[in-house]
């Protein structure tokens, strides 16, 4: 379902909406959506997790948790989501990548499917550790906040991470 579809369908449920529901939508689902394609590369599983992320936020009893950004909260959602989506993919079609390669050099495109069948397979924490720091620009001490961890943890983590990126896609 498309963004614009997903707005209408909102307009015309026959449940009212909790307070404050359609101004967070308005104000962070072209964030959600931004975040969502970074990961995906793909514009219809980008609007298929900008629904999830609202449908999770919807069916929360209390909404977004008090306290917490909710920039924040939406783009880690929207990573999680994504990265969902990548393990789905990534089950239901193996690619034949050696097979994509074109003449000894890769194309761009190439290379970020590789990166996200890869993603697919890591831990879903790493996979979302990458994501937020990687793509989404997150810094050590945000991401130590927001995962209850030590900045050196964030950082040994990543390394780690790399690391299981590089022997993942070399493989």
């Known amino acids: 379902m498309g963004t614009l579809n997903l707005a209408m369908a909102m307009e015309a449920m026959p449940v009212s909406l909790p307070k404050g529901f359609q101004q967070i939508y308005e104000e962070h689902s072209g964030l959600v959506l931004k975040a969502a394609l ?6 219809a599983d980008a609007e298929d997790v900008l629904q999830t992320v609202f449908m999770r936020v919807l069916n929360q009893p209390d909404g977004l948790q008090a306290g917490v950004s909710q920039e924040a909260y939406l783009r880690r959602a929207a990573t999680n989501a994504a990265i969902d989506v990548l393990r789905r993919r990534n089950t239901a079609r193996e690619v034949d990548l050696e097979a994509r390669q074109h003449s000894g050099k890769e194309s761009t495109a190439y290379q970020k499917e590789r ?3 890869a993603l697919a397979k890591l831990p879903k924490d790493d996979a979302e550790l990458f994501v937020l720091r990687n793509i989404d620009g997150f810094s050590y001490d945000e991401l130590a906040a927001m995962f209850g961890i030590e900045r050196g943890t964030v950082a040994s983590r990543l390394h ?3 690391e299981a990126l590089r022997a993942l896609i070399g493989e």
């Open 115 to 117: 990166v996200r069948q």
């Open 160 to 162: 780690r991470i790399r």
């Open 38 to 43: 970074r990961v995906t590369g793909n514009m």
